[in-house]
């Protein structure tokens, strides 16, 4: 829901104490189309920049990023109340760690790929795969990571020789509009609003494809639109991350992982821990340990030093939050820790970390994804209980694995539905621009981040170069001669094993000999 003052204006609030923070013109459609066109000018004149004058770019753009780093964080950090270390952390860094791997790996990823023919009648063929730019690729963007997420995607999209226009999350729109500061030439634009602003920019001519972060609700609109113009997306829809703790992990270093995993952001990440699953003699202890350390977390306004866990993002995803425990309590959950609101004397969208145990299945807060402060802890019996519990959901974007045995690890990762599996540690790979990001069922489809990243925001073009001095034996004039030496060809390259080769050689000789005269002809 947009936070508005008046028509045509975003109003950004303070999450923690209701305060405006400032705020920003609503874009309408023909602005949005206008901000696309320009950008695809951009996009016309960047496409010819060498790889090494997109690297130098990325670097002035990294150093914008450091020069205002703390104008960024703070600016986070008021309109989504996290607190300033995770705006540092799951902001700047992150994006940063990207946008340096990306103008990095130009090169090794981008570069004219040459291909070899070992094909006996392609031997004089040079033929490349070329990375070429897509032109602009429209970002649609959440608001929980409002600076990091919009900012890394741009960063792949320009390194592969692209402009982006960027919608921000209309809870969000100054720090997103953070993103267009720091990158010159006009090769990221940001259009400001909710969900009007968003369809006219999927719907934009000039847009060659969508990178969409949110809700499966959302962006199933959005693939219905952009499939619509036949338009290529990249959808990261959320997840609900399961964690398996087998009884020999280091229980100390499991419940730490935990703490970060299910409450960090308060919560509201798509890749979070909302799903344990502990080994049954080990469940109690854990369940134990995990509350304790859960009722020490400081909860308070971000900008304060000390604080750990700032409050959710509105007063609609809190109401959220809450009748998802309501609806597990009242199917019989047991509340271990939290299941309300703290008394802090804020009149802001706080809410209690909070641990659950004894979930049914049924209840939507192990169907749906919380995007709160809130996880549930189940016990297993072996192995294969494990997995089944992990593996049944309807989403799957990341998993953790928690043992002292890898070949365990390697075992279950193999077993996981999820585009990312971390053992003894949970989501650290989003801020590591070599690891690919993506989800599988309801948690998308396509990567982020990665080759793969910068893959799908350019378009493959096969090249070839031929000197036209070598006949082409499949060309007219067509005849029996013709239909007997390539039944021989097939024969002896794709036969299995030299007695089939041989065999089809003698059998189609004539026709390799009427063949081999074809390119002998010139």
Known sequence: MARSTQVGELRSVKPATLETVGSVRVSPPEEVAEAVADARLAAERWAQA??????????????????????????????TGKPLVESFTAELFVGLDNLMWAASNLDGV???????????????????????????????????????????????????????????????????????????????????GAGEAGEALVRSPGIGKVVFTGSGEVGRRVASLAGERLRPVTLELGGKDP??????????????????????????????????YVARPLHEAFVEELARRAERLRIGRGEQFETDLGPLISEEQRGRVEGLVEDAVERGADVRLGGSRPDLGLPGWFYEPTILTGVEREARLEREEIFGPVVSVTPFGDEAEAVRLANGSSFGLGASVWTSDLERAQRVTHRLDAGSVWTNDVAYSYGTGQAS???????????????????????????????????????????????????????????VGLPQKLEAAWRHRRGLFALARRYLSR
């Open 50 to 79: 060498s790889l090494e004058e997109r690297r130098a770019l990325l670097g002035q753009v990294a150093a914008a990023v450091l020069d205002a780093a703390d104008e960024i964080a703070a600016t986070v950090t008021a309109e």
């Open 243 to 276: 964690m398996l703790v087998f009884e020999d992990a280091d229980l100390d270093r499991a419940v730490a992982g935990a703490l970060w995993g299910s409450f960090s952001n308060c919560g509201q990440v798509c890749s979070g821990v909302e799903r344990i």
């Open 110 to 192: 981008l570069r004219p790929e040459r291909l070899r023919f070992p094909q006996p009648h392609l031997r004089h063929k040079r033929g490349w795969l070329l990375y070429e730019p897509v032109g602009v690729i429209g970002v649609i963007s959440p608001w929980n990571f409002p600076f990091g997420i919009p900012f890394a995607q741009a960063a792949f999209a320009v390194a592969a020789g692209n402009a982006v226009v960027i919608k921000p999350s209309e809870l969000t729109p100054l720090s997103g509009a953070w993103v267009e500061k720091v990158f010159p030439d006009g090769l990221v634009r940001v259009v400001q």
């Open 437 to 495: 990001w993506g989800g599988t069922k309801e948690s998308g489809f396509g990567r982020t981040h990665s080759k793969h990243g910068l893959y799908e925001l350019s378009r493959v073009k096969f090249a070839d170069l031929d000197r036209g001095r070598v006949p082409v034996p499949w060309w007219y004039p067509y005849g029996d001669g013709v239909l007997d030496g390539f039944r021989g060809m097939a024969g002896v390259l794709y036969g």
